[in-house]
């Protein structure tokens, strides 16, 4: 049980393009989900927070613009890197939980590269 | 904010042999401590956790043990296997695990070796 599913598991494209990346979990109801960023050999860093109809609430230094988030449904959450550049480069990974006493499970993350 | 500091950056064991990995917090408020085992391109794996009302808590060859006096946690690996081999986190919170994100520390590199 607690299965996350993130999709593309890796992308690869050109400086100015915008890059979605889904998280979905498939065998329960995500109240909350979240977007992490990881850089190699380090550790995961807080992006935003998302809760099912709600604007996501973003980490102090990180542009709301540049990363959009929607979760739409108790399932679905998606990180929108608009305009990515080759900063934007990074592991981007996500989790869900079902409460507020719940742990968060995490998805296989996405590798995106912009060339 | 939360600050967590993780301790060792890297250990290496013998195969059998235990493994400790250390962590400590700074807020005080925070509740919830999570572990995570990732393993190399993958996602972190939720492997124990642990809230501020129990000292301790195991699951087969995992355990972990909390002092919230000192604010540290550590997690314990016993009869370790080559499986094993991976990068730990340990991560804590002040919401119960499922409100906010969670601070991580900087990660622990274990080696089994054969």
């Known amino acids: 049980g607690a299965v996350v599913s993130q999709h593309p598991s890796r992308v690869i494209c050109k400086s100015g393009t915008s890059v979605k990346i889904e998280c979905r979990s498939l065998?329960?109801?995500?109240?909350?989900m979240f977007w992490y960023r990881q850089f190699p050999k380090q550790s995961l860093m807080l992006m935003a927070t998302?809760?099912?109809?709600?604007?996501?609430?973003?980490e102090q230094g990180v542009e709301k613009d540049k990363f959009l988030i929607n979760h739409a449904s108790l399932t679905l959450s998606t990180l929108t890197v608009t305009s990515a550049h080759p900063e934007d480069s990074s592991f981007y990974i996500c989790?869900?939980?079902?409460?507020?006493?719940?742990?968060?499970?995490f998805g296989d993350g996405t590798r995106l590269s912009i060339l | 904010g939360e600050n967590v500091e993780q301790h060792p950056s890297t250990l290496s064991v013998q195969e059998g042999d235990s493994a400790v990995i250390k962590c400590t917090y700074s807020?005080?408020?925070?509740?919830?401590f999570p572990w995570y085992k990732q393993e190399l391109g993958k996602g972190p794996q939720l492997i124990i956790d642990?809230?501020?009302?129990?000292g301790e808590k195991k699951d087969q060859r995992i355990a972990v043990t909390l002092n919230k006096t000192a604010k540290h946690f550590s997690l314990h690996i016993t009869e370790t296997q080559p499986e094993d081999s991976a990068v730990y986190f340990c991560?804590?919170?002040?919401?119960?695990?499922?409100?906010?994100?969670?601070?991580f520390g900087k990660g622990t590199h274990l080696i089994i070796q054969p």
């Open positions: 065998d329960f109801q995500a109240t909350t």
């Open positions: 991560a804590a919170s002040e919401s119960g695990g499922g409100a906010d994100g969670l601070t």
């Open positions: 642990i809230r501020s009302n129990v």
């Open positions: 807020d005080s408020a925070s509740n919830y």
């Open positions: 998302s809760n099912e109809g709600s604007k996501a609430t973003y």
């Open positions: 989790s869900a939980s079902s409460g507020f006493y719940q742990p968060q499970h």
